[in-house]
């Protein structure tokens, strides 16, 4: 059974930083897209960033130059690196994963697996 789960979530001061880390098992994801998205209370759940298998990355314009999507060295894990954070920014931040390799797809329809999701929290 895949699982995604999350951790690294949690309450930040505008202008901090937080790492949130994405561990997947029950197979490896070594080789597809993985995607971080989030949802904001009221409003649709929306893209955040992406990351191919050759390790080209896209952002939403909303955290470009603010966030950095990674793998980890441990096999099944991906981490986005969040600096700079908003108030905006606040939302449960879901990893994802796809069957794609290549794409760098940003509609959730693109993805296969869900995690259940980690709060990040940012206050003035």
């Known amino acids: 059974q895949v699982q995604l789960v999350e951790s690294g979530g949690g309450l930040v001061q505008a202008g901090g930083s937080l790492r949130l880390s994405c561990a997947a098992s029950?197979?490896?994801?070594?080789?597809?897209?993985m995607g971080w998205f989030r949802q904001a209370p009221g409003k649709e759940r929306e893209f955040v960033a992406a990351?191919?298998?050759?390790?080209?990355?896209s952002y939403a314009d909303s955290v470009s130059g603010r966030f950095t999507f990674s793998r980890g060295n441990a096999k099944n894990t991906v981490h986005l690196q969040m600096n700079s954070l908003k108030l905006e920014d606040t939302a449960v931040y879901y990893c994802?994963?796809?069957?794609?390799?290549?794409?760098?797809?940003?509609?959730?329809?693109?993805?296969?697996?869900w995690g259940q999701g980690t709060q990040v929290t940012v206050s003035s």
């Open positions: 029950g197979r490896t994801f070594r080789s597809n897209l």
């Open positions: 994802a994963a796809s069957e794609l390799a290549w794409s760098l797809a940003q509609s959730p329809d693109q993805y296969n697996y």
């Open positions: 990351i191919n298998l050759g390790g080209r990355t």
